[in-house]
């Protein structure tokens, strides 16, 4: 039997959380994940976006931005997957990807109003 390393862990407590830690790779996807997060730009897109479905033209225009800045973000967001495009002829409209997003901005936001 191996001599528990820890100070106040019981092997049960050491079992639970070795379960619940997700692998190595998983832990890497999900540091990146929210690491997008933290950009309030990127942030602010969401939002709208969570508003409405919109372009690059609009979505500028509305945060007072550049195309090229909301371009640049987009492709950022898109990356990992938390914003989905449609064609409509030679626009480009945006949206959020799912409902997951909405659940974590409102989650994020919750906590911070606490």
Do not use: W
């Amino acid at each position: 039997m191996e001599e528990n390393k820890y100070m106040n862990l019981s092997a049960d407590t050491i079992e639970k959380i070795d379960k619940l830690i997700p692998p190595e790779e998983e832990i890497v996807d999900l540091a990146e994940f929210f690491k997008i997060f933290g950009d309030a730009t990127r942030l602010k897109i969401l939002y709208v976006l969570y508003g409405s479905e919109m372009c690059v033209y609009d979505i500028a225009a509305f945060l007072g931005m550049t195309q090229s800045a909301i371009s640049h973000q987009l492709r950022v967001l898109k990356q990992l997957d938390l914003v989905k495009y449609r064609r409509d002829g030679k626009t480009v409209y945006y949206s959020l990807a799912d409902d997951h997003i909405v659940t974590i901005l409102r989650t994020g936001l919750d906590h911070i109003e606490e």
